[in-house]
Every structure is written in C-alpha cells, then in structure tokens.
C-alpha cells in the first residue's frame, strides 16, 4: 500500500510493520515507532544515515534508487515478512538505537553544560534578561 501527503503519520506508523522509505530522517522516526525501513538513498546525503542503519543492523538499505528496479524492492519487503524472526531482529536493534528521548537527553546535555560554569554559564550570562534555565 502506498502512501501519499499523510495528515497523521504517527496514526500510519503505528499500523505499519514494514516500510519502504528514503533514508532521510523519517527512517529514524520510522525506527522509533517499531517500524523496520527499507531504506532507497534518493540523495547524496543519505549514504550516512543508510550507513548508520546498517552498521546498527536496524533495517534494510537497498541502496541508491537510480539501481533499483521494483522488483528489487518488493523482494526486500516480501523477505522481511516472511521472515520474523530477521524481521523481529532488527526492530529490537532499531528500538534499541533509537528510543524517542534524544531530544531529552540533549536538553540535559546543554543543562550540564550551564551548570559547570563553562562559557555558556550562568555565571557569564550578562544580558540582562538572561535568566538560568531551571531543572524540573
């Protein structure tokens, strides 16, 4: 089933097992809602995320999209469904890599950073509504 202009993807993402996606950045969203990609590069930069998705053994690349026919695809797909236990493997690694609180662990990140008096401290904020973020 093919997907265009989706209005409530988190909705799709939960009813999917399988998706054939580009190896952009909804890989990753992909991958955090238990859902194993097949990832198409359709540029130039997505090598390094295809990478990544390979080197964590969380989905498939099938590589450029000017190689592929699909034919290519659809076996990729029929694999992976026909084989649950490959199937279940890289969504566990993909849930591992990829656990939807990035951007907490970052928020805590430039929190530690304030809090030891490096040049984004406190102690050195000298405008005058620069006000300390408070921890919850």
Known sequence: EVHWEVSDVARLFRTATVAVTAAGTTLWELVACGVTPVAVQVADNQAVVAAGLRAHDAGLDLGRHTALCGATVAAAVTHL??????????????????????VWRAIDALLDAVDDGGPWSRESATHPRATPPQRR
């Open 81 to 102: 469904l026909e084989n649950p236990r490959t199937l279940r493997r890289l969504k566990e690694n993909g849930r591992d890599l990829v656990d939807g609180r990035g």
